[in-house]
């Protein structure tokens, strides 16, 4: 029983190995990242509050006046689930494309964070955790940013 | 209440009319200010902008810091511009408790007053150069500043020792500071070289005489910064010296009398608001003037407040 937990053990950990090295090239989820976020359930929550909060949000909301607010959450479900390694693709719009007609600078970027990091704090997502995530999204200010 | 202190609640009063209504930056992220005034840690610049102000803003920032060791104790107060994360203007300054120099009058007929104070003010200029330390998380590209402070001192009474010594009052360091937030660690790691003729920061003037150095050397300084929580930074900084005047006073039969050591301090800073943030250090400030002081390293408490629009 203890040899078939140990080839079985060993079995798991080469195939996640080689996982890993396949998956490596462009941008590897961090390890674990996608468990502390609450899997798609914490996830799907996550998204649910930060949109809530981004609508009433006094600088930034406005900008979300023609966005659906289901449809987002679950775009954004999806590209946070990806990115944390879970076993979602996400199937949204370019982020170029999608931001191109907005007037967005850089404060109503780093607004949006802090948002972000308030929703992530409202679900119990550890500080450390909250960082393993952001770094993933704040490249993205290349693409979101369209007022300089 | 004194002048100074008016002078201090008159600048924290008029910063939010400065500064525009909103501006938006991430809390923390525009650092602390330095004792010069400039936007970094508590002795060193960071490449960073100082103020709240973030891209096609500007906004304003107040300090007063105050650091107390054995033998001496320094107050510094100030503020700061910043623009468009791009240019930040910066004033400071520093009133230096030198009541211990008045011992040097064993060493010879300096005329030296009880409780003599020495005076400075700083004038700084920042412009970023490249590089957004804390977006760019996918690349190890730093944020990078180019910077100066010109710094005039007035020794008052001291200024027989400054002639003896053959340092001048007035000097400008330049500097290059790289700052990067390595964001998934929480880690912000900062790296300055600065090019100066300062005797401990210009508290005791600039240069010296031969055989003492009175050309400008390059001397690097380190900060590391851990982030606890959002509102929540611990870290430690390095800052190599100059130590122009030791040979200048080996010279004169004063041995190690004048020796100058690196600056280095333990920090906490911690913002309740997006607007005020107060840090709480240790600092070892090494040997200042060992002849006068026994010899001691010159530690203590450092805290500082800053409020940021």
Redesign the interface.
């Known amino acids: 029983m203890k040899i078939f937990s140990l080839c079985f053990a060993l079995i798991l950990a080469g195939a996640n190995l080689a996982h890993a090295q396949t998956a490596a090239a462009p941008?590897a989820a961090?390890a674990g990242l996608y468990a502390a976020l609450g899997e798609k359930a914490g996830i799907d929550r996550l998204a649910d509050d930060f949109v809530e909060r981004l609508l009433r949000h006094p600088?930034i909301g406005p900008q979300f006046k023609d966005t659906k607010p289901a449809a987002f959450k679950e775009s954004l479900a999806e590209q946070f689930c990806a990115l944390s390694g879970g076993p979602c693709s996400y199937q949204g719009a370019d982020m170029r494309e999608v931001h191109a007609d907005l007037d967005i600078?850089?404060?109503?970027?780093?607004?949006l964070?802090?948002v972000l990091?308030r929703a992530m704090d409202a679900q119990g997502i550890p500080?450390?955790q909250q960082?393993?995530l952001?770094?993933?999204l704040?490249?993205m200010?290349r693409d979101v940013?369209t007022?300089? | 209440m004194n002048w100074k202190s008016l002078t201090l609640l008159a600048g924290l009063a008029c910063a939010p009319a400065l500064a525009q209504a909103e501006t938006g930056k991430l809390v923390l992220t525009g650092g602390v200010s330095s004792i010069t005034g400039t936007a970094g840690g508590g002795i060193t610049p960071w490449a960073v902008i100082g103020s709240n102000a973030t891209e096609g803003e500007w906004g304003a920032s107040a300090f007063t810091t105050r650091a107390v060791t054995h033998d001496y104790a320094l107050t510094s107060y100030g503020a700061a511009l910043g623009w468009n994360e791009r240019v930040e203007l910066s004033v400071a300054r520093q009133d230096f408790d030198a009541s211990a120099a008045v011992a040097l009058n064993g060493i010879a007929a300096f005329g030296v007053q009880p409780g003599q104070h020495i005076r400075m003010d700083v004038l700084g200029l920042k412009v970023r150069v490249a590089g957004d330390a804390i977006l760019d998380a996918d690349t190890w590209m730093p944020q990078i500043a180019v910077g100066l402070e010109h710094k005039r001192v007035r020794p008052g009474s001291l200024q027989s020792v400054f002639d003896f010594l053959g340092a001048d009052t007035q000097s400008t360091d330049f500097y290059v500071s790289a700052t990067k937030l390595v964001l998934d660690k929480g880690l912000l790691l900062n790296a300055t070289l600065r090019s100066t003729r300062a005797n401990q920061n210009g508290l005791l003037g600039f240069g010296s005489a031969a055989p003492g150095r009175g050309s400008r050397s390059l001397q690097p300084e380190f900060s590391v910064a851990w982030l606890l929580r959002h509102d929540l930074a611990i870290g430690a900084e390095w800052r190599f010296k100059p130590d122009n005047l030791q040979a200048t006073g080996r010279a004169a039969g004063l041995g190690a009398a004048l020796r100058e050591d690196a600056w280095r301090d333990l920090f906490i800073a911690w913002a309740p608001s997006k607007s005020l943030s107060l840090t709480l250090a240790w600092a070892d400030l090494g040997r200042i003037v060992p002849g006068i002081t026994g010899g001691r390293r010159q530690s203590g408490a450092y805290l500082s407040a800053q409020v940021a629009f």
């Not at chain 1, 600078?105 to 607004?111: L, S, T, V, Y």
């Open positions: 941008a961090p600088r600078n850089k404060g109503d970027f780093n607004a964070v802090e990091q500080f450390f960082n393993r952001l770094a993933l704040a490249p200010h940013i007022v300089h």
